[in-house]
């Protein structure tokens, strides 16, 4: 598809012809909010057959668009412990019984974090983060000073558990200069740590961030430093823009490409699955 691309507000019109086998183009008009862009995205890093924690929010969007599209093997997993997991839309937290319906499994919080997690069955887990450093290393405790805090956030919760223990991380967050930062004021969950070697160091089962999205670009990271890549930009921002809202030294390679865009049959899909736009009305559209 030959795409043109306008932000306005909080919302995108795509425009191109697209190719249905036929020997005509379809002219296509596709409007979708920076939420539905974000779900979408997020929703391509989930692989069929993986054992997913999608976690609550805008990752189980994406996980279960996931699931209606190219991966309908992928067996989502609660942290509350409802195993392949087929919500007909979305719950409200990792415990709603919404969760329950079609699971093969209700088990418990202890034995999905201990004999599931831990034991390195996870194969991608969901994480955000208030602030991540250029190795992926998050911060969700604080702000500031520890004694004096500008800002106390929640903390870890088990977000510490899938940062260490998941086979690959997808961290998803707001695009702010003060969140991408030189140092975090605390490291609440690890991400490459110092760099190579530094996550076998300590004996961490997981192997750690793999991609970070956010509303302005996806991040990869450099497989020889371990340090975070820019990967693509997002329609109607540039590669100096990303520049701008960073706090270090960001790696750019040569060719970025524009991050690939949601498709009507997406967005269909995710308003069936939020038909009360619970999380796809946070961010206008």
């Excluded at 920076?34 to 997913?52: Q, Y």
């Excluded at 899909?269 to 999380?279: E, F, S, W």
């Amino acid at each position: 598809m030959h795409i043109s691309s306008s932000w306005d507000g909080s919302t995108c019109t795509a425009s191109g012809h697209e190719n249905h086998g036929g020997t005509e183009e379809e002219k296509t008009m596709v409007t979708y909010s920076k939420i539905e862009f974000l779900a979408a995205c997020a929703s391509r890093h989930v692989n069929d057959r993986e054992n997913v924690f999608g976690g609550t929010g805008l990752p189980l969007l994406a996980a279960l668009l996931a699931k209606e599209t190219h991966a309908a093997n992928a067996n989502l997993i609660s942290e509350a412990g409802f195993i392949d997991a087929k919500p007909r839309n979305v719950p409200l937290s990792v415990a709603d019984s919404r969760y329950y319906y079609r699971s093969s499994a209700a088990i418990g919080l202890i034995e999905t974090l201990g004999f599931i997690l831990q034991a390195g069955r996870i194969d991608v887990g969901f994480l955000g983060a208030a602030q991540i450093d250029e190795y992926g290393n998050l911060n969700t405790t604080y702000i500031g000073d520890y004694d004096s805090p500008k800002v106390r956030l929640p903390g870890s919760g088990g977000g510490n558990d899938i940062a260490s223990s998941a086979k690959r991380l997808i961290i998803m967050m707001t695009h702010d200069k003060r969140k991408f930062v030189k140092e975090l004021d605390h490291r609440t969950s690890p991400g490459h740590l110092e760099g190579p070697g530094s996550r076998e160091k300590w004996s961490l089962v997981g192997g750690g961030p793999e991609v970070v999205i956010t509303d302005m670009c996806q991040m990869d990271f450099d497989p020889e430093t371990l340090r975070i890549r820019l990967a693509s930009v997002h329609p109607g921002y540039s590669v100096q823009d990303v520049l701008d809202n960073v706090m270090f030294d960001l790696i750019v390679p040569d060719d970025v490409p524009v991050t690939e865009e949601p498709t009507q049959h997406q967005i269909d899909i995710m308003h069936r699955l939020d038909p009360n736009g619970i999380y796809l009305s946070k961010g206008g559209g």
